[in-house]
């Protein structure tokens, strides 16, 4: 099957600003007290791991500890990080990470910021804004996706753009297949002294087992480049399946009128977005592909996650 592509002029405009990273961490070099310098509330409260990874050491019940380092990068900005905690959360037993903060304590009640909660009493994954004591949440993310007893492996995107529009994204398989959470416009805080990552834990059956890695504080450089057809596979008679090349919004990835083959096939009777590959799109036709013909596939319409449409 052939496949019609529109064609994609792309212009880079290479900025110093614009490709600059503040923070890139992966815990490689086994240490975390140098390149960059991150401070624990307590010299045994985390170490880094034989794999690499950060992960929690405090052995306290009841306790609330955590890690802090540099970070100004507060608007235009994009953050990324990978956490896996091995256990159902709950209310007691979550983890805050904070992408600004005023202050490099992040359990004082005079510390300000915004930081995605993982965990909580409805095992999600939100976005929260603190102003002194008080933390109101203003993306509520998804109920259950944190629910395991054994591995929530998950990688979570946050990008605030020029017009303090947050959106969070996450990947509840720890890859990079993002899917949205939710935005919200806010611009309550516009500066940043820290990142860090605070861990709320009860009993002796969470301790230890909280993972961090993968931590990337950079410039947001906005995505204006349509999806593009990276192959397409036909499965039978009537079933072609349609590999982009990134994560597609859901809702126009799935509207049938936006496919279309020639040859009097016409529209799909259905197309599905992959459950697990959000790049990937099943579409079923109600009439069959003829044998030994070059049939063409247009689309129209399909976003990505960033809102760009192809146009064929």
């Known amino acids: 099957m052939n496949i019609k592509t529109p064609l994609l002029v792309v212009i880079l405009l290479l900025n110093n600003m614009l490709g600059f990273t503040q923070l890139t961490e992966n815990f490689t070099d086994g240490d975390y007290t140098a390149n960059p310098v991150w401070t624990p509330s307590a010299s045994t409260d985390f170490i880094v791991n034989g794999t690499g990874q950060l992960q929690s050491n405090n052995t306290v019940a009841s306790s609330t500890f955590y890690i802090s380092t540099g970070s100004t990068l507060a608007t235009t900005a994009q953050w990324e990080f990978y956490v896996n905690l091995k256990f159902s959360t709950s209310g007691t037993n979550s983890v805050d990470v904070f992408l600004t903060a005023s202050a490099a304590d992040l359990t004082a009640s ?28 203003i993306i509520n993310g998804a109920d259950g996706t944190v629910s395991s007893s054994s591995d929530n492996k998950i990688r979570v995107k946050v990008v605030r753009d020029a017009s303090n529009n947050f959106t969070l994204y996450r990947d509840i398989t720890g890859g990079t297949n993002y899917s949205v959470e939710g935005s919200v416009v806010d611009a309550t805080h516009t500066t940043s ?5 605070l861990v709320r834990q009860s009993t002796a059956s969470f301790h ?11 410039a947001y450089v906005p995505d204006v480049t349509p999806p ?3 192959s397409s596979t036909v499965l039978s008679s009537t079933t072609l399946d349609v590999l982009f090349n990134e994560p597609l919004d859901a809702t126009t990835a799935a509207v049938a009128a936006n496919y279309l083959v020639n040859n009097s096939i016409g529209n799909p009777s259905s197309a599905v977005i992959d459950g697990s590959n959000a790049a990937l799109v099943h579409l079923t036709f109600a009439g069959s592909f003829p044998d030994a013909v070059a049939n063409q596939l247009t689309v129209n319409g399909v976003k990505d996650i960033a809102g760009n449409a192809i146009s064929g």
Do not use: C
């Open 193 to 197: 002294s820290f990142f860090g990552i």
């Open 228 to 230: 593009a057809i990276q």
């Open 110 to 137: 005079t510390t300000n910021g915004y930081f995605v909660r993982i965990g909580n009493t409805a095992d999600e994954i939100s976005l929260y804004r603190k102003v002194g004591a008080t933390s109101t949440i």
């Open 208 to 218: 230890q087992k909280h993972f961090f890695d993968d931590i990337v504080v950079q």
